[in-house]
């Protein structure tokens, strides 16, 4: 089946600081992937849409100077979280689709916390 | 947007007893996914399921797409089946989750 592989699994960094997130499939090319949040006992939201080659879609009330989304090629979409804040803290997992019928696989996510 | 449903929010169970979870939404959709989030965060895939019924293992699926629902059976319960069992539609909206704790 799809793989998608997520780097790092889990983040602390300083606040004012950038964190960057990184999504790969592994087995399959993705022309498109998507990132989500999730707060504790929450469930997931999609943040944005990355498009290979051209500029993500954000959802509404998303920060896209905050969230700043690269997909440079058809096996990697980064996540990077600028100026991070303590209220950034979250679960960050991406996701891809595959041409194989699986519908949509997820990466293991990635725990960052600002303090 | 499409809104999705799920019940129960929460449910406990004794290992070995049988279980459904539903999931309603709220407009047709091509595409219909069951997760279950492990407590480390991970959101193992269980079904794609758009239409039709499933089997896999103690696990089936069945989604009336006509009648927009989908249904995740869990039969002879474990403790490893604890946790948060998602159904997501489309591209893709999540449903708010059902809590599962399995008791021994």
């Known amino acids: 089946g799809a793989v998608v592989s997520q780097h790092p699994s889990w983040v602390i960094c300083k606040s004012g600081t950038s964190v960057k997130i990184e999504c790969r499939s592994l087995?399959?090319?993705?022309?498109?992937m998507f990132w989500y949040r999730q707060f504790p006992k929450q469930s997931l939201m999609l943040m944005a849409t990355?498009?290979?080659?051209?500029?993500?879609?954000?959802e509404q009330g998303v920060e896209k100077d905050k969230f700043l989304i690269n997909h440079a090629s058809l096996t990697l979409s980064t996540l990077t979280v600028t100026s991070a804040h303590p209220e950034d803290s979250s679960f960050y997992i991406c996701?891809?689709?595959?041409?194989?019928?699986?519908?949509?696989?997820f990466g293991s996510g990635t725990r960052l916390t600002v303090v | 947007g499409i809104q999705v449903e799920q019940s129960p929010p929460d449910l406990i169970l004794q290992e070995g007893a049988n279980s459904t979870l539903r999931c309603n939404f709220s407009?047709?959709?091509?595409?219909l996914q069951w997760f279950h989030q492990n407590p480390w965060g991970q959101l193992i895939n269980l079904f794609y399921?758009?239409?039709g019924t499933k089997q896999n293992g103690r696990l089936s699926a069945t989604t009336v797409a006509t009648e927009r629902y989908s249904l995740l059976y869990i039969s002879s319960s474990q403790t490893t089946d604890s946790g948060v069992y998602f159904c997501?539609?489309?591209?893709?909206?999540f449903g708010e989750g059902t809590q599962l704790t399995v008791n021994p």
């Open positions: 407009d047709s959709v091509n595409n």
């Open positions: 087995d399959f090319q993705a022309t498109t």
């Open positions: 996701s891809a689709s595959d041409t194989l019928g699986y519908g949509y696989t």
């Open positions: 990355s498009n290979e080659g051209s500029k993500a879609t954000y």
């Open positions: 399921i758009p239409s």
């Open positions: 997501a539609v489309g591209v893709l909206t």
